[in-house]
């Protein structure tokens, strides 16, 4: 049965390992989804809106769809969680706006300039069961070398996986033993990572950055 692999994007996430503690960070294999439309309390027209789909990179958080002409036809403009506009449209014609596609469709009380709605996006857990994770890392991004590596599959049985996987929930976590984090094994220094996902004879890139790896733990105020 096929996996969800084509469903992973690449994302950025940096990672502080020290020499003399385990390293068990967690991380969430996500897609966007939609977590609701609110309509603002203020607004004089009663119409509606409606999310026909959101695209898996979406940015999360609150995109706000607001009007800001009624003549002729209701125009919209669309910020992305930033504030950026990211998309122009009309009232009755479907939009699409920063991997959103919907449409706003007017009530039986006319729409007035400053209405607004707000389409919540929300992270929703990739099923990644079937799906092997390797991470390779390196001195510099164009480094042939791998300095350190850890997997969710070793090649025997009687070994302990490094990196260990949730299935439904998403969940990839680092599960490495401090004695493979000594100075001998990986001196100090900031290194760059990508990390792999395979299944079904694809292999892409899940999470990708930088590991600063430090001699001893700095504890932070």
Excluded: C
Excluded at 76 to 100: C, E, H, K, N, Y
Excluded at 167 to 178: F, I
């Amino acid at each position: 049965m096929p996996t969800n692999i084509l469903s992973i994007q690449p994302r950025r996430q940096n990672f502080r390992t020290s020499t003399n503690a385990d390293w068990l960070d967690g991380l969430l294999v996500y897609q966007a989804g939609s977590g609701g439309v609110v309509a603002a309390e203020k607004n004089v027209g009663n119409g509606s809106l409606s999310v026909a789909s959101v695209g898996s990179g979406t940015a999360l958080g609150v995109h706000i769809v607001s009007v800001t002409s009624v003549d002729n036809s209701p125009r919209l403009t669309v910020q992305d969680p930033t504030g950026a506009v990211v998309a122009r449209g009309v009232v009755g014609l479907p939009l699409f706006a920063s991997g959103i596609t919907f449409t706003v469709t007017s009530g039986a009380t006319a729409f007035a300039v400053d209405d607004t709605f707000f389409i919540s996006i929300l992270p929703i857990p990739i099923d990644i069961a079937g799906i092997n994770f390797d991470m390779q890392v390196r001195l510099e991004p164009t480094d042939p070398n791998v300095r350190f590596s850890a997997t969710s599959h070793p090649a025997s049985s009687s070994v302990v996986p490094t990196i260990v996987t949730g299935g439904a929930g998403g969940q990839v976590a680092m599960r490495v033993l401090y004695t493979s984090l000594s100075a001998s094994n990986l001196p100090t220094g900031t290194y760059d990572y990508d990390l792999l996902a395979s299944a079904d004879g694809l292999r892409v890139v899940a999470f990708y950055g930088t590991i600063e790896h430090v001699n001893g733990v700095t504890f932070l105020p």
